[in-house]
């Protein structure tokens, strides 16, 4: 386990979501549930940016390692330093909330089909 590579982290938990997949659009590697974005790491994978809430975003900009996300912190998305101690740690939980977010924003008939498909 000590060679996964932060992206070997990250992959795993975001496919790990039901009806996940990965796609490579602008020399990033994105995760997306039915065609909605919810984690973005870049190519060498130091740092990743996800959704969160407008209650929760400025609490964890408190942390140094956690930034508001170019182009898209007016949305709600924060981008985490994965070189700084600990970070990646934090990252299941936040790519967590972030897939939440993103799937109650979905028509129900896909929400519904993605509750089947996890169980």
Not at 6 to 34: M, N, Q, S, T, Y
Not at 40 to 58: A, F, L, Q
Not at 87 to 97: A, G, K, S, T
Request: charged content about 30%.
């Amino acid at each position: 386990m000590a060679d996964r590579t932060r992206i070997d982290v990250i992959r795993e938990a975001c496919l790990a979501k039901a009806g996940a997949v990965e796609d490579h659009p602008w020399d990033h590697v994105v995760f997306k549930v039915v065609g909605k974005i919810f984690a973005i790491t870049d190519t060498e994978s130091e740092r990743v940016t996800v959704k969160t809430t407008p209650e929760k975003k400025p609490i964890l900009e408190q942390d140094p390692a956690i930034s508001s996300a170019p182009y898209l912190g007016s949305k709600g998305w924060v981008m985490l330093d994965l070189t700084q101690d600990g970070v990646l740690d934090i990252f299941p939980d936040l790519m967590e909330e972030s897939y939440a977010l993103i799937v109650q924003k979905l028509p129900k008939k896909a929400q519904k089909e993605l509750s089947e498909w996890s169980r």
